[in-house]
C-alpha cells in the first residue's frame, strides 16, 4: 500500500495562513490534496494537520484527515504521528503548500522502491552555476547509484579551476520512505550536520541510511511567500482555466 501523506502546518512566520488562502477559487491546501489524489497513485491521500481550519478545508472538499495531537517541529515527525495509525508499506510526503502536483515525478518517485535495498527516496532537477549561490536552494551531489552523498546550502561542489558545462542538482524536498523507516528516522535525536545546515535529511545520511535521488523536470511552485501567491494564481490561470 502507498500513502501520500501532506503535512499542513496552519501557522507561518513569511506568510500567516498561508494554506488557507485563496487559489482560484479553493484554497492552497485544497488545491495540494486535489491534485495529490488526481494522480491516481495513491491508496490513501491523508492531509496531516494541528488546526481546525485545515481539517474544515479539507473536509469540504471530501478529503480524509489526520489531527495532530502533539507539536512538532518538522514535517516529518508530523506525518510519522499519522503512520503509528496507518497500515501502509510506503510514505510520501508530500508538501502542503505546492499546490500543483505532477504525476510523473510522484510515479517516477515511487518506482524507486522497486528496489529492495530502496528505504528513502527524493527528488532534484538540474539547476545553473548561478542559481546554486542562493543559500535557499538546497544542493544535492551524488554517487554514482543516484544516491546523495551530501546536501548543503553552499554550492556544491566547489569550482577550483573550471567546469564548463556543469550543472547544479538542487533538491525537491518531497521525500518517499519505507514506514519503518520513516518511524524510527523521526525518533533520532538532531545530528550535529542537521543542527549546522538546518537540514533534517543530513540526520539520515549521518546515520548511514542512502537516499535515492530520483531527478525530475517538474519545477514545482511552494507558497513561501504572498509573490508566490501570486505566482500560482497566474500559473492556474494559464493552465488550467478554460
Not at 22 to 33: A, D, F, M, N, W
Request: hydrophobic fraction near 40%; charge should be negative.
Amino acid at each position: 500500500m502507498i500513502t501520500a501523506l501532506i503535512p499542513a502546518r496552519f501557522a507561518s512566520t513569511r506568510f500567516p495562513a498561508k494554506l488557507s488562502q485563496e487559489l482560484c477559487g479553493k484554497s492552497v491546501i485544497q488545491r495540494t490534496y486535489l491534485s495529490t489524489q488526481e494522480t491516481g497513485l495513491f491508496d490513501q491521500v491523508i492531509v496531516v494537520t494541528d488546526h481546525e481550519e485545515i481539517v474544515r478545508q479539507i473536509e469540504e472538499v471530501g478529503g480524509e484527515v489526520f489531527f495532530s495531537k502533539t507539536v512538532h517541529e518538522s514535517g516529518s515527525d508530523r506525518i510519522a504521528e499519522a503512520v503509528k495509525n496507518i497500515a501502509t508499506d510506503i510514505v510520501v510526503n508530500v508538501q502542503g503548500d505546492e499546490p500543483f502536483q505532477d504525476q510523473k515525478s510522484l510515479r517516477d518517485l515511487v518506482q524507486a522502491f522497486e528496489d529492495p535495498k530502496v528505504q528513502v527516496a527524493s527528488m532534484m532537477f538540474h539547476i545553473s552555476i548561478t542559481e546554486a549561490q542562493n543559500p535557499n536552494a538546497v544542493k544535492v551531489v551524488i554517487d554514482n547509484d543516484s544516491n546523495a552523498m551530501y546536501f548543503s546550502r553552499s554550492p556544491i561542489p566547489y569550482i577550483r579551476e573550471r567546469a564548463d558545462g556543469f550543472e547544479y542538482w538542487k533538491h525537491v524536498g518531497i521525500y518517499a520512505y519505507r514506514r519503518e523507516t520513516l518511524l524510527e528516522f523521526t525518533t533520532w535525536p538532531k545530528s550535529k550536520l542537521e543542527q549546522i545546515e538546518m537540514l533534517e535529511q543530513l540526520r539520515l545520511l549521518e546515520h548511514g541510511v542512502k537516499i535515492k535521488m530520483v531527478e525530475t523536470k517538474h519545477q514545482a511552485i511552494a507558497i513561501d511567500v504572498p509573490e508566490d501567491l501570486e505566482k500560482a494564481i497566474e500559473y492556474y490561470q494559464t493552465h488550467f482555466k478554460k
